[in-house]
Nanobody, 117 residues
């Protein structure tokens, strides 16, 4: 299974970004999906979760109301729309499938998001 994340970049605080993650080699539509991020010096954390059919989402408190996770099963792609970005959102962002309490697959390379004032 291959995960390819893209869409990151360097932006100023308050600007938006849309991240995409394309999954190949797996039956994408059978998996709940999640976005994670790892800031410098921190552990990787789950920030957004989306069920198989896209009907239910969960976000960590710090991104709720600003970030939106969606999926397109026809394109094997999961998205993360990020609005009102803050400097504390600076991190490498990753996606993965969800398998119980674990991630479903090996990690991709991630996509870097850098937010400055």
């Amino acid at each position: 299974v291959q995960l390819v994340e893209f869409g990151g970049g360097s932006v100023q605080a308050g600007e938006p970004l849309r991240l995409s993650c394309v999954v190949s080699g797996a039956n994408f539509r059978l998996y709940s999906m999640a976005w994670y991020r790892q800031a410098p010096g921190n552990q990787r954390e789950l920030i957004a979760h989306l069920t198989v059919g896209g009907e239910s989402t969960i976000y960590i408190h710090s991104v709720e109301g600003r970030f939106t996770i969606t999926r397109d099963n026809a394109k094997n792609t999961v998205y993360l729309d990020m609005n009102s970005l803050k400097t504390e959102d600076t991190a490498i962002y990753y996606c993965n499938g969800v398998a119980g309490l674990n991630t479903a697959w090996s990690w991709g390379q991630g996509t870097q998001v850098a937010v400055s004032l």
